[in-house]
């Protein structure tokens, strides 16, 4: 039972385009976040989102749009695809007080061509 | 501003050969302090989370220190499955956003 599901695992595009991912968490959990990870690893948040509200937006293209319809869900929209929006994406669950740090998911690897 | 700091970018050991990963922080509030392990083709995987200096924590071949500045990551005696990324991460002070803040990672080789 995958506790934090993205989908889909794979994605390659053109530029110019517009796709979304989608996150769904089954821990409970109240907080989400997407995360980016660049080709030398670094993970650098983009969004977070606590009971469907918006708490964290960083220095982010407003290209992207996260869409959160539910505390158990949240999705990432990125429009006019760029070659350097290439990279692996990580959803991510969190909940207050846990001793446990996040849970990832398995990560949307990105390619814009 | 919060910055992580990971040391060395990539570790190549022969199994059986312990040593130490090391990660640097420089936070305003430390909350906490995690480390994780991240497979290729997989989302990083809890370790450890450290609170306070002086802290230390075990789960089989790995032992995770906690000093006021840096942390450590003792690997005793590794095995080739122990190859992977070990990601380091500091978490927003308290009252702050509760994100994690990560270095750039450690890549583990360990030949048999």
């Known amino acids: 039972d995958t506790a934090v599901s993205q989908t889909p695992k794979y994605l390659v595009t053109q530029m110019g385009n517009d796709k979304s991912i989608k996150c769904e968490q089954n821990?409970?959990?109240?907080?989400m976040y997407w995360y980016k990870q660049d080709s030398k690893k670094f993970l650098k948040i983009m969004f977070s989102?606590?009971?469907?509200?918006?708490?964290i937006n960083e220095t982010v293209p407003n290209r992207f749009s996260p869409k959160s319809p539910d505390k158990a869900h949240l999705n990432l929209h990125i429009n006019s695809l760029e070659l350097g929006d290439s990279a692996v994406y990580f959803c991510?669950?969190?909940?207050?007080?846990?001793?446990?740090?996040?849970?990832f998911g398995s990560g949307t690897r990105l390619t814009v061509v | 501003e919060d910055q992580v700091t990971q040391s060395p970018e990539a570790l190549r050991l022969q199994e059986g050969e312990s040593s130490s990963l090391n990660c640097s922080y420089t936070?305003?509030?430390?909350?906490?302090l995690f480390w994780y392990r991240q497979d290729p083709g997989k989302g990083p995987e809890f370790l450890f989370t450290l609170y306070s200096a002086g802290e230390e924590k075990e789960k089989e071949r790995l032992k995770a220190t906690l000093t006021k500045k840096e942390s450590f990551l003792h690997i005793t005696a590794p095995k080739p499955e122990d190859s992977a990324t070990y990601l380091c991460a500091v978490q927003d002070p308290p009252g702050n956003t509760g994100k994690l803040i990560f270095g750039q990672g450690t890549t583990l080789q360990v030949k048999p």
């Open positions: 989102y606590n009971n469907k509200e918006l708490i």
């Open positions: 991510a669950s969190s909940q207050e007080g846990s001793n446990y740090g996040y849970t």
């Open positions: 936070v305003s509030g430390l909350r906490g």
């Open positions: 821990l409970g959990h109240d907080t």
